[in-house]
């Protein structure tokens, strides 16, 4: 069966600090990855996937993601915070073979404190 | 160009009652997925439509339908509503499917009572 792991459920973190947001996941074949951010009374929206290549990948406003196979994880990074990164961030996962499916873990708030 | 448009955006309802919620995904866009996203979870998967046929169904019992048209609009039904089913309704759409970025909609969100 295929599962998704967040496993911090909200992450308070100081402005200007570092962060990391915990995905793993559990697979017995390829999968791809994706991480989404979801504002207040929004959608989600695509920060950044992983489909091939190299397994660090970056959004456009900092954050990055990178692959671990052997540790079946995607942990999402970011150096430096702002308040307007207050979200709720979820870690999705699609199977090789079964690309119809969506996986998602169970979010991670991240709250930027001033 | 639009995003994904969902109606209506909230909607309250009684426990047996029936449902319809739309969706109209990016202009182009021919993949429409529809997700349950109860609160304090993440999104389940529910229904994949590309081109007008189901191409993915999740663990959802089959009080849940949905169709996809021929101008690629989607519509989510649930009959005989249970308290359970109160949740934000996610739609996305994709250029195709599998591995094509899903662009969300922004929900709908049932309540049940």
């Known amino acids: 069966a295929q599962s998704v792991t967040q496993l911090d459920s909200q992450v308070p973190v100081f402005e200007e600090a570092p962060v990391e947001l915990r995905c793993n996941y559990s697979s017995s074949v390829s999968v791809y990855l994706f991480w989404y951010v979801q504002y207040p009374n929004q959608g989600l929206q695509l920060l950044l996937k992983y489909l091939s290549g190299s397994t660090l990948v970056e959004s456009i406003n900092g954050f990055e993601a990178e692959f671990n196979k052997s540790q079946t994880s995607f942990h999402l990074r970011k150096p430096s915070v702002h308040i307007s990164d207050t979200a709720e961030y979820f870690c999705?996962?699609?199977?090789?073979?079964?690309?119809?499916?969506?996986?998602f873990g169970s979010g991670t708030k991240l709250n930027v404190k001033p | 160009d639009a995003g994904v448009t969902q109606s209506p955006t909230h909607l309250i309802k009684t426990r047996g009652q029936q449902v319809t919620l739309r969706c109209s995904p990016i202009?182009?866009?021919?993949?429409v997925s529809w997700y349950q996203q109860v609160l304090g979870q993440g999104p389940q998967f529910i229904f994949q439509?590309?081109?007008?046929?189901?191409?993915g169904r999740g663990n959802f019992p089959d009080r849940f339908s949905a169709r996809q048209f021929p101008n690629y609009s989607s519509e989510l039904n649930v009959n005989a509503l249970l308290l359970g089913d109160s949740a934000l309704y996610l739609c996305a759409s994709a250029t195709g499917w599998g591995k094509e970025t899903q662009y969300f909609g922004p929900g709908t969100r049932l309540l049940v009572l």
């Open positions: 202009s182009g866009h021919k993949s």
């Open positions: 999705a996962v699609i199977r090789e073979g079964n690309f119809n499916k969506f996986y």
């Open positions: 439509y590309y081109e007008k046929e189901e191409r």
